[in-house]
Nanobody, 120 residues
Framework: QVLLEESGGGLVQAGDSLRLSCAASGRTDTIYAMGWYRQAPGKQRELVATITSGGSTNYADSVKGRFTISRDNAKNMVFLQMNRLKPEDTAVYYC??????????????WGQGTQVTVSS
């Protein structure tokens, strides 16, 4: 079994920063891409940022220049540094990763989500 666990969400004011963390644990064989999605109330889940195992990154236009995704391959972790937060960044943030578990095919796994609330 593979688990993804997020941490670091909270309530902040506009202009503040937050750092989200996500750790993969369990019977992981190989971890490929990792990323963050978010879902605001009444809206569909949307891509925030992704990072490949080699470190190539991709960002949603709405967060470019404000958010930075990074990973620590030795610790099976991915991070999202969020700066200059805006009220429209309020959402549940989900960690996701393409992982080959021991004895299984590659599968996209998801965390339970962490709430980020930005007040104006």
């Amino acid at each position: 079994q593979v688990l993804l666990e997020e941490s670091g969400g909270g309530l902040v004011q506009a202009g503040d920063s937050l750092r989200l963390s996500c750790a993969a644990s369990g019977r992981t064989d190989t971890i490929y891409a990792m990323g963050w999605y978010r879902q605001a109330p009444g809206k569909q889940r949307e891509l925030v940022a992704t990072i490949t195992s080699g470190g190539s990154t991709n960002y949603a236009d709405s967060v470019k220049g404000r958010f930075t995704i990074s990973r620590d391959n030795a610790k099976n972790m991915v991070f999202l540094q969020m700066n200059r937060l805006k009220p429209e960044d309020t959402a549940v943030y989900y960690c996701t990763s393409l992982i080959k578990a021991v004895g299984e095919a590659e599968t996209w796994y998801w965390g339970q989500g962490t709430q980020v609330t930005v007040s104006s």
